[in-house]
């Protein structure tokens, strides 16, 4: 069953239920409001939902007992027990309507007759019954008539010449529309209505019959008639005309049938010269010279004539179609010469098909221009709406932001720069003149269409190798549709993804296997075939994660693209300069990693706006620029982006974030003494310290880089943090490129096996015993010329000591890099690398500490991953 | 990406808004009433609110209103969404603090190009990459 029908129905029943006995308790108490509203509620939302199926007779009965109970809600009509049967009953029936769709999604056959006697009987309660349209509803809703009908020609010529101009498609939907007598009474609003519908091109209102002369006139009766021309398909006009489908009559025509000319025909030789000219120039493909003729011809003869109207249309496809549409040319010209439009030989379909061209990309993006200046327009009319002055500023703020983004969909510089100006004069004077004036000119500045050749895969010139597919973007900041891209479910992606890590992980097992063919079964030859085979199968898995990680790449503009707004807001708000700086929006990551890296980028960036950035008077007493630099900037190194969120704030006091963290009990009196600055600072990392001793409202909602630094650990990275006190801090962020599979070294230490990420990894040595040094209680060695702490990881882990250990005379020691101290890690032996995918620590082992998580190995072991910069 | 929240009482009505939006290239949270909403709306930054307007606890004019006096949501742009089809309730929506006022049922392509536009998008949503 279709996903959304599937939650439809359990909605539908709670909605049923809620409404059932909310009528039941209206019975004992009648009075109670707020009774009353809930059960109207409930109807009225099942109308919502209901009208995005296709099931008519459903709506239309829940949208009876929602107006029956609306009256009854004003107290219009009072409730009494007849009426709680009759909704009861309609609740009822809906309800089996319910089940049918679930069984058969489809309402049974005598649904629509069931409906219409359920409609008449809940609308006989409503101020005046309404069976006028009732007769016609049960006439199928989808029957297409594509005869022309006779009142196109009461469109003037020039709103006809407009609507064949903007069309999009070679047909289009003309309609009419009939309100019912008293719909006014039953809160329908037909203008509305048709201000809201599908692709209206023009339109006209008038009385359905002569009006009844004054005195007999019923100002609240509707007996007004609507003719509408819409670029738009039937399905959609159905939709939107659902509730009252049965007062619209639709057409289907082609656009070529707006191309009626009209007036008094005029006689003369003049015009069959013209024809026979014409046609020359149509034969022979000269569209100028047929332009040239026509315009000639225009200025020789009167306006209002037949032929000169016959002329203006020919103009109007020639500017549209070109010679495309000859069968249509040739009519206009023969009316021309003979003062009268021959009938339409061609099919109809023949004609759309085959003369008309698909819409092109421009036609696409003029309906886009032309919804946006709808936008914009509405905009002016949200500020001309009286609002509550306390909401009234944060009303222009957001309708600011909507111009702005038009501005920035279409890539109308000009009204991007001018906003601010426009949007100042009317906060202060009131004036909506300078913003009238851009939402009028919206996207006029807009950029230049790209040629053809930017956009059809049938170019001569290739797309360059540069373009990767996040670079989609023109100069302009347009998106731009590329050729040949499929679009994919991110799920299917996602099972590749984790089939393929399956796939490296046990691609593994096959290593094991040929030491077991070797060490167990004794035969190298089998053994060595294993390995072979196994370097083929690695490098084709090798080629398959990179193909399916190049798939899930996007660029960090993705998350980037929201800091200069927020940055922007908050420093307004703080009353700070800040200037944004941004670097290196192109470098791409997995999806997933920009998903986990949105939140904290956002704590990180708020922290600098909040608590690194002074406000402008505190960064002059400090000899500062008042504008405070906010950077954030993105690489690649190797398989991981980094993120660096930097400010030239006051930075971090190492003495106060110490003081604190002795007066929370977060550290103790001697390890503070101990502690240098940047290990001070590091603890901010802490949960539940904070520096600024008020919280503020931005970045004081109980999460700090605390919440930073687990969402980071969790995506698989770190996060580091430098700061000096008075010029700045540093935040860097490193998360690998893709959480699926993590390349991991394994050692030996006490008969165990454990794995270090490789990303920690920089060198294996082995180092003679006579060469580690004592420096106080610390081990060290000499790497060229460095000085490297050694820690053992027997200790560090609480394994035994072993006697073996003192008489060894070298030691393993693999030189891991933990943050940007490097540390000479002694152990017992050093052994293969692995792709695994390590898994979180659960169960028993959550919050076993020193373990970054666990990886299951080829021959079934669990191999237990080393969190190093927890351990060291 | 940018982020939509769907504020509507009907969890048919979210599911059919959340297809069509995550379509669109939207990343998409939900809320079934308006407090909810706020809620939501305090706690991770949003590009857009699509609200509905008869919701149980609170309304959408409601909602719409506390977030205009919200500085750190008042520049959010909204759409109000509703069945009711008067110029009136347009009126409402609009005092209250809407930057659109759609008729339901919304056609997916209505949907689709106005939530772009209003974020500052083009007409094509971005290929899955």
């Known amino acids: ?872 | 990406m940018p982020h939509v929240l769907i504020i509507d009482d009907s969890s048919t009505t979210r599911l059919y808004y959340r297809e069509i939006l995550e379509e669109a290239g939207f990343v998409v949270d939900e809320a079934i009433n308006g407090i909810e909403g706020l809620e939501k709306a305090m706690n991770r930054s949003f590009d857009i609110f699509l609200v509905d307007l008869n919701m149980p606890k609170m309304d959408g004019y409601t909602f719409l209103g506390q977030i205009r006096r919200t500085v750190e949501l008042e520049a959010v742009p909204a759409i109000m969404i509703s069945t009711q089809a008067r110029e009136a309730d347009q009126v409402k929506a609009y005092a209250a603090g809407a930057n659109l006022y759609m008729i339901k049922p919304v056609h997916a392509a209505d949907l689709t190009t106005r939530s772009r536009l209003i974020t500052g998008q083009g007409a094509s949503p971005r290929m899955a990459s």
């Open chain 1, 1 to 872: 069953m279709n996903p959304l029908l599937a939650q439809f129905i359990p909605e539908a029943r709670d909605l049923l239920e809620q409404a059932g006995n909310g009528m039941l308790a209206l019975e004992r108490d009648a009075g109670s409001q707020s009774v009353i509203n809930d059960v109207f509620r409930a109807v009225h939302t099942l109308k919502g939902s209901s009208g995005l199926f296709d099931v008519g007779p459903l709506t239309r009965l829940v949208h009876a007992a929602e107006d029956l109970l609306g009256e009854v809600r004003t107290g219009e009509i009072p409730l009494n027990s007849d009426i709680v049967d009759r909704l009861l009953d309609s609740l009822d029936l809906v309800g089996r309507w319910i089940d049918a769709l679930e069984t058969r999604e489809a309402l049974p056959s005598d649904a629509e007759a069931t409906m219409t006697e359920r409609v008449k009987v809940l609308r006989s309660w409503l101020a005046e019954p309404s069976t006028a349209g009732l007769d016609r509803a049960t006439a199928p809703m989808t029957s297409v008539v594509t005869e022309v009908p006779d009142w196109l020609d009461r469109f003037p010529e020039a709103d006809r010449m407009t609507a064949f101009k903007a069309l999009s498609r070679p047909r289009l939907l003309a309609w009419s529309f009939e309100p019912d007598e008293d719909c006014f009474f039953r809160g329908d609003d037909p203008v509305a209505m048709l201000r809201h519908a599908p692709g209206i091109l023009t339109l006209r209102a008038g009385p359905r019959a002569p009006f009844p002369t004054f005195d007999s006139m019923d100002p609240l009766s509707c007996l007004l008639r609507f003719e509408v021309l819409s670029d738009t398909t039937r399905a959609e006009l159905d939709e939107h005309m659902r509730y009252v489908i049965e007062r619209v009559d639709i057409r289907e025509i082609a656009s070529a049938d707006l191309a009626s000319p009209v007036g008094k025909a005029a006689g003369g030789p003049v015009f069959g010269d013209f024809g026979r000219l014409a046609r020359q120039h149509l034969a022979g493909g000269d569209r100028t010279a047929l332009e040239r003729a026509v315009s000639t011809l225009l200025t020789m003869i009167a306006p209002a004539s037949f032929q000169a109207s016959a002329l203006r249309w020919v103009q109007a496809h020639l500017s549209c179609h070109g010679l495309d549409r000859r069968g249509d040319l040739e009519r206009l010209i023969a009316a021309v010469e003979t003062g009268v439009l021959p009938p339409r030989s061609e099919h109809p379909a023949a004609t759309s098909s085959a003369a008309e061209p698909a819409p092109s990309p421009t036609e696409g993006e003029a309906a886009l221009h032309d919804t946006a200046r709808t936008i914009a327009a509405e905009q002016i009319k949200v500020l001309k709406t009286p609002a509550d002055p306390a909401l009234a500023q944060g009303r222009l703020e957001a309708v600011a932001t909507v111009l702005k983004n038009l501005a920035d969909a279409l890539g109308d510089s000009h009204m991007a720069a001018e906003l601010p100006n426009a949007v100042t004069a009317f906060r202060q004077t009131g004036d909506l003149g300078p913003l009238q004036a851009l939402v009028e000119t919206l996207g006029e500045q807009r950029p230049e269409i790209p040629p053809p050749d930017r956009i059809a895969p049938s170019a001569a010139e290739p797309i360059p190798a540069s373009s990767k597919p996040g670079a989609a973007v023109d100069e302009h900041g347009d998106v731009k549709a590329l050729p040949r891209v499929l679009r994919v479910d991110q799920s299917k992606i996602d099972s590749i993804m984790n089939l393929v890590a399956e796939l490296i992980v046990a691609k593994n097992g096959l290593s094991y296997l040929a030491t077991r063919a070797e060490q167990v079964h004794g035969s190298r030859v089998v053994a060595r075939e294993i390995k072979d085979q196994f370097a083929v199968i690695d490098r084709i898995t090798q080629g398959l994660q990179v193909g399916v990680m190049a798939v899930r790449m996007m660029p960090v503009s993705q998350v980037f693209q929201r800091f200069p707004r927020l940055v922007r807001d908050i420093s307004r708000k703080l009353g700070k300069k800040i200037e944004l700086v941004i670097e290196g929006e192109d470098t791409e990551a997995d999806k997933n990693v920009l998903e986990s890296l949105a939140d904290p980028l956002i704590h990180m960036v708020r922290n600098s706006l909040d608590h690194g950035i002074e406000t402008p008077d505190e960064r002059k007493a400090a000899g500062k620029p008042e504008q405070g630099v906010l950077k954030i900037v993105a690489r690649q190194e190797n398989d991981f982006v980094v993120i660096e969120v930097s400010d030239d704030g006051k930075g971090i006091d190492p003495l106060r974030v110490k003081a604190k963290a002795l007066k929370l009990g977060l550290i103790s009196p001697e390890r503070a003494e101990q502690m240098n600055d940047g290990e001070a600072i590091n603890l901010v990392f802490d949960a539940g310290l904070s520096t600024k001793e008020e919280v503020s409202d931005l970045s004081g909602r109980g999460v700090g880089m605390d919440v930073v630094r687990s969402a980071v650990i969790k995506a698989g990275g770190e996060v580091s943090l430098r700061s000096t006190l008075g010029a700045g801090t540093l935040v860097t962020v490193r998360l690998p490129l893709t959480m699926a599979v993590t390349r991991i070294v394994t050692i030996e230490c006490r008969g165990r096996i454990f794995g270090i990420p490789m990303d920690h990894v920089v060198e294996t040595v082995r180092v003679k015993r006579e060469h580690i040094h004592r420096i106080k209680a610390m081990e060290t060695f000499v790497l060229r010329d460095t000085i490297i702490p050694i820690a053992r990881l027997a200790r560090a882990l609480r394994l035994p000591e072993v006697a073996s250990d003192a008489q060894r005379d070298e030691e393993a020691v693999m030189v891991v890099k933990v943050g940007r101290e490097r540390v000479g890690m002694v152990v017992d032996g050093f052994r293969e690398r692995l792709e695994v995918i390590v898994k979180p620590l659960e169960g028993v082992l959550e919050g076993l500490p020193g373990f970054s998580g666990t990886a299951l190995l080829g021959d079934g072991q669990v191999l237990l991953v080393l969190d190093l910069q927890e351990m060291l």
